[in-house]
């Protein structure tokens, strides 16, 4: 393997969420390791930003912004239509928080994505544009920011795909995997950006995905 490709690892579990700094996915249990101590035990995902004291809570079509401090509710913000899967036996819909508060959420259920704004809570839609299995009826499961925040990584757990994302053209571009990692519940990039956690519902093995130098492949091997 040459050490100029990108290692993603992958982990796939009883439908983890990984939390990252900050993140979990509820109600599905995880391992105490990776569980904010949150009592939003109904939301989909949950995001604590402490540098500005919120906690950001991921329901059926709408964020909610919550006082760290007091628990009180500081705003509710609507998803523009809004499409998530809503059932039990699919992954969730995503939540990722950039180093300025701001969010990216994601359905489940098609290829869209919502920004909100951490200070003004002003919202934008995506209605991303894939470059591949355009005739498939998916939605992005799991999504994960570089570690400089230049690249979003979106993962499909009907497909089994893993993404590249450009906000700014509305495009996402298909990773080529050599197995497909279906279920794909959470990504979470490690520390030093040279590897990529995917949790996988319903399974315990473990997979390490190797990425080409221009992230246009990806060879997924178990250890």
Same mark, same amino acid.
Request: proline share 4%; aromatic share 8%.
């Given at each position: 393997?040459?050490? $100029?490709?990108?290692?993603?690892?992958?982990?796939? +579990?009883?439908?983890? %969420?990984?939390?990252? $700094?900050?993140?979990?996915?509820?109600?599905?249990? *995880?391992? /105490? #390791?990776?569980?904010?101590?949150? %009592?939003?035990?109904?939301?989909? @995902?949950v995001k604590t930003d402490l540098? @500005?004291?919120?906690?950001?809570?991921? @329901?059926?079509?709408?964020? #909610? +912004?919550?006082?760290?401090?007091?628990?009180?509710?500081?705003?509710?913000?609507?998803?523009?239509? =809004?499409?998530?899967?809503?059932?039990?036996?699919? $992954? @969730?819909?995503?939540?990722?928080?950039?180093?300025?508060?701001?969010?990216?959420?994601?359905?489940?259920?098609?290829?869209?994505?919502?920004?909100? /704004?951490?200070?003004?809570? &002003?919202?934008?839609?995506? !209605?991303?544009?894939?470059? /591949?299995?355009? *005739?498939?009826?998916?939605?992005?499961? %799991?999504?994960?920011?570089?570690? !400089? &925040?230049?690249?979003?990584? =979106? +993962? #499909?757990?009907?497909?089994?795909t893993l993404w590249r994302i450009d906000l700014e053209s509305g495009? =996402? +571009?298909?990773?080529?995997?050599?197995?497909?990692?279906?279920?794909? $519940?959470?990504? &979470?990039? =490690?520390?030093?950006?040279?590897?990529?956690?995917? %949790?996988?519902?319903? #399974? !315990? /093995?473990?997979?390490?995905?190797?990425?080409?130098? !221009?992230?246009?492949?990806?060879?997924? &091997?178990?250890?």
């Open positions: 393997m040459s050490k $100029c490709q990108a290692a993603v690892v992958v982990l796939i +579990a009883a439908a983890i %969420a990984f939390t990252g $700094c900050s993140e979990t996915q509820a109600p599905i249990a *995880e391992p /105490s #390791s990776l569980r904010e101590d949150t %009592a939003a035990a109904d939301a989909l @995902r540098a @500005r004291g919120r906690r950001w809570e991921l @329901r059926w079509g709408a964020v #909610s +912004a919550y006082d760290v401090a007091s628990g009180q509710l500081v705003r509710r913000v609507p998803l523009p239509r =809004a499409s998530f899967a809503g059932t039990g036996l699919t $992954c @969730r819909p995503d939540m990722v928080m950039n180093r300025f508060g701001g969010l990216i959420v994601s359905s489940d259920a098609q290829p869209t994505l919502w920004r909100v /704004s951490p200070s003004h809570f &002003e919202i934008e839609r995506f !209605d991303i544009v894939v470059d /591949s299995d355009r *005739e498939k009826d998916f939605g992005f499961s %799991a999504l994960a920011w570089s570690a !400089d &925040e230049r690249v979003l990584y =979106a +993962a #499909s757990a009907a497909t089994g495009t =996402a +571009a298909k990773i080529e995997l050599s197995s497909p990692i279906l279920g794909a $519940c959470g990504l &979470e990039v =490690a520390a030093g950006n040279a590897a990529l956690h995917v %949790a996988i519902g319903s #399974s !315990d /093995s473990l997979y390490r995905v190797f990425l080409s130098p !221009d992230l246009a492949r990806g060879t997924v &091997e178990s250890y």
